[in-house]
């Protein structure tokens, strides 16, 4: 059966730091970085493990019966001033998690796995401020370490990599925001994707903005789905949930140029931005993210 974590009814093995999602062929584990995998880590901000606040927003659906409130979460504190990761004010964190061993290594095999799901939920503090924007933690992949630093507006060997991140605008408006290989084909879907999409001149495209909204104050769930093209065919695919629902889903995508190029596992990175100062957080804010999972399709 189908949850807001693990959206699909179909899958081979999979793994969850959610003790209440009882899966078969799923594996539970720890929400600890020894265990998932973690690695880059930024040296500049901390992803501490806490026990979250309880939500502010009264949970009416029956998902909240399913899958209670997390008892531990990453906290990520975004301090007043800060902007993207480099700024002088760090906010946010920042590193990679491969998951557990059992699932890491079938991304990592020779004809290993071309079609995975990467998922986890969080929350937003009450009264979160949200001036302009900035980004929550997706799913990343590529050839070897041309994977790595995808983003932030690199347009070298960008057919090497991908990254697909969540962001939020003002009043937050959601969308995917994605660097994929520069191809026509590539270009053409994205920018199709309802309501609103665009190309940004040096850096990624934003998908499907306003196809969401954030909420703060309430665990909200999110779930991406990559399918790998075969090599040499644009028959790549991308898709979002956001609790259970199906918000984004883009085909007849290029995602790579050789057999090499992989799923590599999540991409735990969120910071308010943008580069100007007018995208800095206006004051001491806070996030939780928990239940990180995952599942090989195919």
């Keep these: 059966m189908a949850s807001h974590l693990i959206p699909i009814d179909t899958f081979k093995s999979g793994f969850t730091t959610c003790p209440s999602l009882n899966l078969p062929a799923f594996e539970t584990v720890p929400l600890k970085d020894s265990e998932l995998g973690v690695h880059k880590v930024s040296s500049r901000t901390n992803h501490v493990l806490v026990v979250p606040p309880e939500p502010s927003t009264n949970l009416d659906d029956s998902e909240a019966a399913a899958l209670p409130p997390p008892s531990l979460a990453w906290e990520a504190f975004y301090p007043q001033g800060s902007i993207n990761p480099s700024a002088p004010i760090p ?21 290993g796995a071309t079609h995975v799901l990467i ?85 990624g495209f934003s998908v499907g903005r306003d196809a969401f909204r954030f909420t703060a104050g309430k665990w909200l769930s999110l779930a991406f789905r990559v399918k790998l093209n075969s090599v040499g065919c644009d028959d790549g695919e991308l898709e979002l949930w956001i609790d259970g629902v199906s918000v984004i889903k883009v085909d007849r995508l290029m995602l790579r140029d050789s057999e090499h190029s992989r799923i590599k596992g999540a991409h735990f990175q969120t910071f308010f931005g943008g580069h100007q100062d007018d995208w800095a957080s206006p004051k001491d804010q806070r996030a939780w993210f928990a239940d990180f999972s995952g599942a090989v399709i195919d």
């Design 119 to 203: 998922s986890y939920r969080m929350m937003l503090q009450s009264e979160w401020e949200w001036v302009k924007g900035g980004k929550f933690p997706g799913i990343f992949g590529g050839k070897g370490d041309f994977s790595y630093s995808c983003t932030g507006g690199r347009q070298n060997d960008r057919c090497k990599c991908f990254n697909v991140r969540p962001m939020w605008r003002s009043k937050g408006v959601g969308e995917l925001y994605t660097y994929l290989p520069l191809t026509p084909g590539n270009r053409e879907r994205l920018i199709s994707v309802p309501p609103s999409s665009k190309e940004n001149s040096d850096y």
């Design 91 to 111: 906010g946010g964190f920042g590193f990679y998690a491969s998951g557990p061993r059992t699932f890491s290594s079938q991304l990592e095999l020779s004809g």
